[in-house]
């Protein structure tokens, strides 16, 4: 056998004395053959497995794994969470709300202040929380709940709300309105009134427990087109229960009031028969001031009153 010492490793080149002991073996006829050189690839293999190896270095804008990541971040998340919840508790966050609807067309009110009304007439806004106001000065025992006794039984031309509500316009603008119907009790002379009353319309007072919450004067009266009108145009015939409307627009209510709720305000409560029950929360009282109404009851041998008219919403309750 050849006395060659064997490479140190697969990557090693083989020594001088190596070489000298392969010649030597060479010469003398028995050598074992030249000492393999490590292959190339044999020797990356044996670097690899000698070579410490290095950690891998994260890719550029990676500083750690998500999993670190949200460790590292998870106690300052709490943290924001408390200090978030804290300010929303003391009102230092503000809240996206949705906005509120809009009001319904023709039911905004009108201001504090006397102003000119669409249609006609003027607002008795500078009366708002006024108790007892009227544009026409009325009697004693004019707006009265109790009817009068069938021992003294109503005589004379007479005013009455057929009915009451509101209602809004087709251009969106809306209203109170107001039936008025006239009688004549106790005689069969007719009554004509002027289709202005007088010149001076027709005065609307709503009035509530903390006082005026709507008013208007000089109101234009609107006539059926069936009533029976002097041969001139400028009287109508209201006997027999004629007559017509009137409308409280939406400007001569005061500040905080739309027209719906106190239309509503006006009816009174009844039971389950409809009977009423008590009186409405809200009072209307309707006047108007007519040469003809004087005329009328003078015929009468009763007072002429300046011609003054006016009814009420107030019914009597039920008694038990």
């Avoid at 109508?236 to 106190?262: F, K, Q, R, Y």
Wanted: charged share 15%.
């Amino acid at each position: 056998m050849s006395s060659l010492p064997p490479a140190q490793g697969p990557d090693e080149s083989p020594s001088d004395e190596q070489w000298e002991a392969f010649l030597r073996d060479a010469m003398e006829g028995g050598g074992a053959g030249a000492p393999k050189e490590a292959s190339a690839r044999d020797r990356l293999a044996a670097a690899r497995v000698r070579r410490p190896r290095r950690p891998r270095r994260p890719r550029s804008g990676t500083a750690r794994s998500a999993t670190a990541w949200l460790a590292a971040a998870a106690p300052w998340t709490a943290v924001a969470a408390v200090v978030v919840f804290g300010a929303f508790q003391m009102g230092l966050i503000p809240v996206p709300r949705s906005s509120p609807p809009a009001p319904a067309a023709g039911s905004a009110s009108g201001p504090a202040e006397a102003v000119s009304l669409p249609g006609g007439g003027t607002s008795d806004g500078d009366q708002c929380g006024t108790k007892g106001y009227h544009h026409f000065p009325l009697p004693a025992g004019a707006t009265d709940v109790e009817p009068p006794s069938p021992a003294s039984p109503a005589s004379g031309p007479q005013l009455s709300l057929s009915h009451y509500g509101y209602a809004a316009g087709p251009d969106g603008e809306g209203g109170i309105v107001i039936g008025l119907r006239f009688t004549t009790p106790g005689t069969k002379k007719p009554l004509r009134v002027s289709r202005t009353l007088g010149g001076e319309g027709a005065a609307a007072e709503i009035e509530g427990p903390d006082g005026l919450v709507a008013g208007a004067h000089g109101l234009p009266v609107s006539w059926p087109s069936a009533a029976r009108e002097s041969a001139s145009g400028a009287s109508v015939d209201v006997s027999d229960g004629g007559g017509g409307e009137i409308v409280v627009p939406a400007e001569a209510l005061c500040p905080g009031h739309d027209g719906d709720s106190v239309a509503r305000s006006l009816v009174p409560p009844a039971d389950s028969t409809g009977t009423v029950t008590g009186p409405p929360p809200y009072r209307l009282v309707v006047s108007l001031r007519d040469p003809a109404v004087g005329t009328l009851r003078t015929t009468l041998g009763l007072p002429a009153g300046g011609g003054l008219l006016s009814a009420v919403n107030l019914v009597p309750a039920a008694r038990s």
